[in-house]
């Protein structure tokens, strides 16, 4: 991690919940209160019924790589010093895809990973390691 405050997300009303989770080394998740559709990122109103009945859940963080990118510049919050690094789009065993940096391995199709969290000064970013196999 790089000695310089790396800037951290937008938080809006709707993401406010799963940044404060991350922040408490924890994966939240909205499930629709209607169809059950898991979903992520956070919002108001379910994509696959419409209703904005829903409820948060803690995610296992268990999931497979669906895909992935190896940033080479810096960008956002990646700081130069940290590159390059891979972003992985996880499916999580809940049945939905988040974004997050993958550590300690190298990328591939459905390669079991597991969430992790880095701390930052004022806001944790969900990583990804690859999983144990036992």
């Known amino acids: 991690m790089s000695n310089v405050t790396t800037p951290g997300p937008s938080v809006d009303e709707d993401s406010a919940p799963f940044w404060a989770a991350l922040r408490g080394h924890r994966l939240l998740l909205q499930r629709c209160g209607n169809c059950g559709e898991v979903r992520f990122p956070r919002m108001p109103?379910?994509?696959?019924?419409?209703?904005?009945?829903?409820e948060d859940?803690?995610?296992s963080g268990n999931g497979?790589?669906?895909s992935w990118i190896v940033?080479?510049?810096?960008?956002?919050?990646?700081?130069?010093?940290?590159l390059p690094?891979?972003?992985a789009t996880?499916?999580?065993?809940e049945g939905c895809r988040v974004l997050g940096r993958l550590l300690?391995?190298?990328a591939a199709i459905d390669l079991p990973v597991t969430a992790g969290y880095a701390d930052h000064d004022a806001w944790t970013e969900l990583t990804f390691v690859p999983a144990e196999r036992g």
């Open 45 to 54: 109103g379910c994509p696959q019924c419409g209703s904005s009945a829903g």
């Open 57 to 59: 859940i803690s995610a």
């Open 64 to 66: 497979r790589i669906y």
């Open 71 to 82: 940033v080479q510049r810096p960008l956002g919050s990646i700081p130069e010093d940290a």
């Open 85 to 87: 690094c891979t972003i």
């Open 90 to 93: 996880v499916e999580l065993e």
């Open 104 to 106: 300690n391995g190298q």
